[in-house]
């Protein structure tokens, strides 16, 4: 019964794969027609679409091979599901992250026109957050030199604007040239979940990927 459930999750998160974009997108049509005339059918999270790509890597892990026995899954092998999601952890970076000053947006549309969210441009704590784990996994798990340069761009970024130096804890919400909007660092919808969550996972992946290590070389 639990492995049905991953494979339903698998099947409804490809569903929102668009291959040529390389990302997730916030709305699909269940019918598979084309959104692309509405606002709501070119949107992208990429925080959202950069913490899906480590969630489908993290449910591979619970299914063997072949136990992808459902026609809706585009593929019935680790392999083309794992591709993924690394193809859509990286075209979420490349499409959310501005070039100008640096961080990832929060909302982009993709074809380039303005998105209906007034905070669109600004930089959340938690996309960052999930940026980080999403590529220590990415990196620990296939050796890339292209996650840890990722990983560096989003790391300095990260700490140089979010951690609160004097008192801990991070800052949630950014302008979008990296002043901060707000000086607390909780409210209703900010929380103490996605930072301590990003962080242990990172430190679980890179310790397991060492032990992994030693075993192979004792």
């Known amino acids: 019964r639990y492995l049905q459930v991953v494979r339903?999750?698998?099947a409804g998160?490809?569903?929102?794969?668009d291959p040529a974009r390389r990302t997730f997108m916030e709305h699909v049509a269940r019918d598979g027609r084309d959104l692309g005339d509405t606002p709501e059918g070119r949107l992208c999270n990429p925080g959202h679409a950069i913490e899906t790509t480590w969630i489908v890597l993290q449910l591979l892990d619970v299914l063997a091979d072949g136990q992808f026995a459902?026609?809706?899954l585009p593929a019935h092998d680790h392999t083309a599901l794992a591709?993924?999601?690394?193809d859509a952890l990286e075209g979420s970076l490349e499409l959310g992250w501005d070039a100008r000053y640096g961080g990832i947006l929060y909302f982009v549309d993709v074809a380039g026109r303005p998105t209906l969210q007034l905070e669109a441009t600004m930089k959340l704590w938690w996309p960052h957050a999930e940026a980080i784990y999403a590529l220590?996994?990415?990196a620990t798990r296939t050796g890339e030199r292209r996650w840890l340069e990722w990983l560096e761009r989003v790391d300095a970024y990260t700490y140089a604007h979010f951690p609160d130096p004097e008192h801990g804890e991070w800052f949630g919400?950014?302008?979008r040239n990296g002043e901060r909007a707000l000086d607390s660092k909780g409210g209703n919808y900010k929380g103490f979940f996605h930072v301590p969550r990003a962080l242990l996972f990172s430190i679980q992946a890179i310790e397991?990927?060492?032990q992994g290590r030693a075993e192979k070389n004792p």
């Open 8 to 10: 339903d999750t698998l």
């Open 13 to 17: 998160v490809a569903r929102h794969y």
């Open 70 to 72: 459902d026609g809706r």
């Open 83 to 86: 591709r993924m999601a690394l």
């Open 136 to 138: 220590v996994l990415a």
């Open 173 to 175: 919400y950014l302008e």
């Open 208 to 210: 397991g990927r060492e």
